[in-house]
């Protein structure tokens, strides 16, 4: 998971993230209002070259099909985005809270999240969800 909420898509061939729908105008007006949004790798989220923090977990299979259904899930009532609450980070953390991690809050820079989120964690490494999830 990257920290736009994304599968690894070069092994899993899907994105998943959270972003405003459209170029720079929507990105603007939504740290005013609500915009609409998009789910999806954006520009940069699955290259190298633009990874400045990185945090994952490994999970059994039956675990990332619950993880991924409640991606799914959430990608598809998520319709609006805005800077200050329905962020990236916001959208990372809801995973991470789904999946047993401590989620920082949500008001930081991605790469300070995803530090911040591996800290919080112990920077664990693998993940099994409570019995009662999915």
């Known amino acids: 998971m990257h920290s736009s909420g994304t599968e690894d898509k070069r092994k899993s061939g899907r994105g998943r993230g959270l972003a405003p729908a459209g170029d720079t105008l929507p990105y603007i007006l939504g740290h005013v209002i609500f915009v609409p949004s998009e789910t999806g790798a954006t520009y940069g989220d699955l290259d190298d070259q633009y990874l400045t923090a990185s945090y994952r977990v490994y999970?059994?299979?039956?675990?990332?099909k619950k993880v991924f259904a409640y991606i799914k899930h959430i990608r598809?009532?998520?319709?609006?985005?805005?800077?200050?609450?329905?962020n990236c980070t916001a959208f990372i953390g809801r995973i991470a809270t789904f999946m047993g991690l401590k989620a920082p809050?949500?008001?930081?820079?991605?790469?300070?999240?995803?530090?911040?989120?591996?800290?919080?964690?112990?920077?664990?490494?693998?993940?099994?969800?409570e019995p009662d999830r999915g």
Not at 59 to 64: R, S
Not at 76 to 86: F, G, K, R
Not at 110 to 121: A, F, G, I, K, S
């Open 59 to 64: 999970l059994n299979e039956a675990d990332a």
């Open 76 to 86: 598809e009532t998520s319709p609006l985005w805005n800077a200050a609450t329905a």
């Open 105 to 129: 809050f949500h008001l930081l820079k991605p790469e300070e999240y995803v530090n911040q989120l591996r800290e919080l964690n112990g920077g664990r490494k693998t993940v099994q969800l």
